[in-house]
């Protein structure tokens, strides 16, 4: 019998971890939620908010703390402690409302905290809207793609990937977005039986982490699509 979307909901759920990024990569004591280029990424995004001329006026030691909090939950994500990432970003929320702040960079962190902590309908929730306040931003639809692979919706998460990978700019972007693109295009033939169309699609796959994540998924939850 053709392997059915509970059976690769499964997989996905149990082994194919997001990060901002990505999967969940297999270590022996933790889990990572975020791949290094996302954290790279963040990281200067926050340091140029503490030096946004835009931003509204705060002092030194406020934008000092601002920038610890979202340090600390960018570090504590990265290393799978997503509790104590969730409550960094909570004290990161509160003064960055209360400065004037934007919030963006926060929502954005806190899918992939509620991705990493397994609850796919908040991060959902906020990935959809962060989507309804920018239908542009590209992340935005990586990360709502990501939630939908998760939840084995796949033909959705291919559609907004596919936004993603044509609204990215830089190269890493691009290509992080291809690969969640390819490992969707992966289920959906593992779903439709087409092993050897699912293995081309795989061999797409850049990040050795997202394969490692795959190839653990595929040893954990036996999906087999001969009839």
Do not use: W
């Amino acid at each position: 019998m053709i392997a059915g979307k509970e059976v690769l909901t499964q997989a996905v759920n149990k082994n194919l971890r997001s990060s901002q990024t990505t999967f969940c990569q297999h270590h022996s004591e933790r889990t990572m939620t975020m791949d290094t280029r996302t954290v790279i990424a963040l990281l200067v995004t926050t340091a140029a908010l503490a030096t946004c001329t835009g931003c509204a006026t705060g002092t030194a030691d406020f934008r000092g703390a601002y920038n610890n909090s979202l340090h600390a939950a960018l570090a504590e994500l990265e290393n799978g402690q997503t509790s104590a990432a969730a409550t960094n970003l909570d004290a990161a929320r509160a003064m960055a409302e209360e400065h004037g702040y934007d919030t963006t960079l926060i929502e954005r962190l806190a899918v992939e905290v509620n991705l990493g902590m397994g609850d796919t309908v908040a991060a959902f929730d906020q990935a959809k809207t962060l989507l309804d306040t920018d239908p542009q931003d590209p992340y935005a639809h990586e990360l709502l793609g990501k939630c939908l692979l998760r939840d084995g919706e796949f033909k959705e998460a291919e559609d907004h990937f596919i936004a993603a990978h044509q609204a990215y700019q830089a190269p890493d972007d691009v290509a992080r977005a291809q690969d969640f693109l390819a490992v969707t295009h992966y289920f959906l033939a593992y779903a439709d039986g087409n092993l050897r169309l699912a293995e081309g699609y795989l061999r797409e796959v850049q990040d050795p982490d997202l394969l490692r994540s795959i190839d653990q998924a595929r040893k954990d939850v036996e999906l087999n699509p001969a009839s």
